[in-house]
């Protein structure tokens, strides 16, 4: 057929341009939707980056077995003193006596460990770790050292924080730290929620702990007998230079910088310290 300039069969010419143009058109269009849901999903991005940020706002958590690595923030601990002496709780030891220990003395590694109750990152370390340093404490390869700190009265406001660790310290003066340390983050508000501000919470999550919710610990928590001594160890926490809870020392060695750490290599590492 002839399609020439001027013959019946013209039109086509201006069919197929017309057809071409629509192909063009729906390939811009295709493109622009595609731009378009690219920023949306720049945008769904950054909101959530910024909300994981927001959620964490004082907490860093680095070990990637627990939940990946969060924004760090050195936190903003105001610092502020209660009158009374410092009471250090039984049993406390290095500097000032701001250690409480968990384990046997003579063990070869030390697990370093700074921690504040009301810091979600805390709390999922503590339910990824807890079972194997339980195991290595208990067996006598390691001892753990805990180190209370107060960052998110701080920052988010409250008492929360300095109330659950003079708690946590009354508890170390009739020898259960470790099983109302447990409770605690087993128990742990939101947040933002400074639940643990009220000492009546605090005593009532005492009875989960064979024999701790006597008339002494109460007397300690509502007292604020530690209380003092929280703020120390929170000052030394400030001036130790810490990117931000938990900070973990295996040995004095930062195991947040390894990013491969997982439960069974700091297994790993104590035993081969123990068996060395």
Same mark, same amino acid.
């Given at each position: 057929? =002839?399609?020439?300039? &001027? $013959? $019946? ?34 945008? /769904? ?22 939940? #990946?690595?969060?924004?760090?923030? +050195?936190?903003?601990? =105001? ?8 009471? /250090? ?12 220990? /968990? #384990? ?7 697990? *370093? ?13 503590? +339910?990824?770790?807890?079972? *194997? ?6 067996? @006598? ?12 009265? &701080? ?30 983050? =087993? ?37 604020? +007998? ?11 926490? $400030?001036?130790? @230079?810490? $990117? ?6 295996? =040995? ?7 990013? +491969?750490? *997982? ?6 590492? /104590?035993?081969?310290?123990?068996? &060395?």
């Amino acid at each position: 057929m =002839d399609l020439g300039p &001027g $013959r $019946r069969g013209a039109p086509p010419r201006f069919v197929l341009r017309d057809v071409s143009d629509k192909n063009r058109q729906g390939k811009r269009t295709a493109r622009e939707r595609l731009a378009e849901e690219r920023e949306k999903q720049k945008s /769904v991005e950054k909101r959530r980056r910024v909300l994981i940020v927001g959620a964490s706002v004082v907490c860093v958590l680095g070990l990637a077995a627990v939940i #990946g690595v969060v924004a760090a923030n +050195t936190g903003k601990d =105001d610092g502020s003193k209660s009158a009374g002496p410092v009471v /250090v709780p039984s049993g406390a030891l290095g500097k000032d006596g701001l250690a409480i220990p /968990v #384990g046997r003395e003579s063990a070869k590694s030390t697990l *370093t460990v700074w921690e504040d109750f009301r810091c979600p990152a805390c709390k999922a370390f503590e +339910t990824v770790y807890r079972p *194997t340093i339980h195991e290595l404490t208990d067996s @006598g390869q390691l001892k753990a050292e805990y180190h209370l700190a107060t960052i998110i009265d &701080g920052n988010a406001g409250g008492t929360g924080s300095r109330n659950a660790a003079n708690a946590a310290a009354c508890a170390q003066d009739v020898g259960k730290f470790t099983a109302y340390h447990d409770v605690l983050y =087993d128990n742990q508000p939101a947040e933002t929620d400074d639940g643990y501000a009220e000492n009546s919470k605090l005593i009532e999550l005492a009875g989960k702990v064979d024999g701790l919710d006597t008339p002494a610990f109460r007397t300690c928590v509502e007292k604020g +007998t530690h209380s003092s001594w929280v703020e120390k160890s929170a000052a030394a926490f $400030r001036k130790g @230079g810490f $990117r931000g809870t938990p900070t973990v020392l295996l =040995d004095g060695r930062n195991i947040y910088q390894d990013q +491969t750490m *997982t439960p069974a290599k700091l297994k790993q590492l /104590v035993q081969q310290a123990d068996n &060395g």
